[in-house]
């Protein structure tokens, strides 16, 4: 059976499907307009009590230099040594780094709900940006928690780094990898006679 296919072969199904992450960007610049449109796009996400829980930052062009300079920082010595200049070239090369904040709420129910809309949003921006032939990768590292990290990109206590998407037009898409069907992992509760009867 092919597990990518389904019969539901709609616009927002084909593109669910077909989009990939993305690691490996053109140099081609993404322009600060068609970011916006996609962020504008991806903030209709649901989110409970409208609390629009969000907010992003974005280096480009020489700005790169900074976010990658700040990101090996937090490497150790012996790790800069061992991949500082690969890693450097590489941040440096991606058309956009768009890191997504949480605003936390102190509230835990209030902190799930928010976190649950952020993730919400960042599909919603990984999807539209697909639909306009960008590629995005999700990343979630360890420099999100590092202090010098946070406050060279101006994330703020009570901020979370939800991701840092790595934003361009793709030079290689990798293959998919199918997903298990959902009748493997759907459990149908019994269903029970009604009172009445
Ligand atoms: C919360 C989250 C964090 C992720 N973090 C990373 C990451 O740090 N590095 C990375 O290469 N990919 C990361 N990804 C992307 C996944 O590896 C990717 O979605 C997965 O391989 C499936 O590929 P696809 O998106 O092309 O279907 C992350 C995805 C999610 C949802």
């Not at 940006?129 to 406050?151: Q, S």
């Amino acid at each position: 059976m092919n597990r990518l296919r389904a019969d539901s072969d709609t616009p927002v199904a084909d593109l669910i499907r077909e989009r990939r992450t993305v690691r490996l960007f053109k140099n081609d610049e993404v322009p600060r307009s068609l970011l916006l449109e996609l962020l504008n796009v991806a903030v209709w996400a649901p989110n409970h009590e409208f609390r629009e829980p969000w907010r992003f930052i974005l280096f480009q062009g020489e700005a790169r230099r900074t976010f990658a300079e700040a990101m090996i920082r937090t490497y150790s010595s012996e790790e800069r040594e061992k991949y500082g200049k690969n890693k450097k070239a590489y941040l440096e090369s991606v058309p956009a780094h768009l890191i997504v904040v949480l605003k936390e709420d102190p509230r835990p129910k209030a902190w799930e709900e928010d976190y649950a809309a952020v993730c919400s949003l960042i599909q919603n921006f990984q999807l539209a940006a697909w639909e306009r032939g960008l590629g995005v990768v999700w990343k979630t590292n360890h420099y999100g928690y590092d202090p010098k990290f946070r406050e060279t990109a101006g994330v703020g206590p009570g901020e979370k780094i939800v991701g840092v998407l790595h934003v361009g037009y793709p030079a290689v898409i990798p293959p998919a990898r199918p997903r298990t069907p959902a009748e493997e992992l759907l459990t149908v509760f019994p269903e029970r006679p009604s009172l009445e009867e």
